[in-house]
């Protein structure tokens, strides 16, 4: 099965949207300390960090399958540690342009493994 780009982008974002998902949590969470029914957020929060750390281990161990390093940091930056385009490539020691070519080598030898 062919996968295009935007549905690996897709398929790397996954862990940031769990990320983003137990911090909305947690203030939810903190707002509902007050009336006393925290059972149901906390194991709501509980679920979505195992479907956190799940879906990071399984990004991860993709992307450390690649063979070219350089792509390899392109995506763990962007894609794993959540930096911009811009702070990425300054890590890696490249211009946004070279960053962009980077990934988008990237992205094409990236392998979906679901």
Same mark, same amino acid.
């Given at each position: 099965?062919?996968?295009?780009?935007?549905?690996?982008?897709?398929?790397?974002?996954?862990?940031?949207?769990?990320?983003?998902?137990? %911090? =909305?949590? $947690?203030?939810?969470? *903190?707002? &509902? /300390?007050? +009336?006393? @029914?925290?059972? !149901?957020?906390?194991?709501? #929060?509980?679920?979505?960090?195992?479907?956190?750390? %799940? =879906?990071? $281990?399984?990004?991860? *161990?993709? &992307? /450390?399958? +690649?063979? @070219?390093?350089? !792509?390899?940091?392109?995506? #763990?930056?962007?894609?794993?540690?959540?930096?911009?385009?811009?702070?990425?490539?300054?890590?890696?020691?490249?211009?946004?342009?070279?960053?962009?070519?980077?990934?988008?080598?990237?992205?094409?030898?990236?392998?979906?493994?679901?």
């Amino acid at each position: 099965m062919q996968v295009d780009n935007e549905e690996k982008k897709r398929y790397l974002l996954s862990y940031q949207q769990s990320k983003r998902a137990v %911090k =909305r949590l $947690e203030q939810e969470l *903190q707002e &509902v /300390e007050e +009336m006393g @029914e925290v059972e !149901e957020i906390q194991e709501k #929060i509980k679920r979505e960090r195992q479907q956190q750390i %799940k =879906r990071y $281990e399984r990004v991860r *161990q993709q &992307v /450390e399958a +690649m063979e @070219e390093e350089r !792509e390899k940091d392109a995506l #763990i930056y962007k894609y794993i540690c959540g930096m911009t385009e811009d702070a990425a490539a300054k890590k890696m020691g490249y211009t946004k342009r070279q960053f962009q070519r980077i990934n988008k080598k990237a992205l094409e030898h990236f392998e979906v493994c679901r």
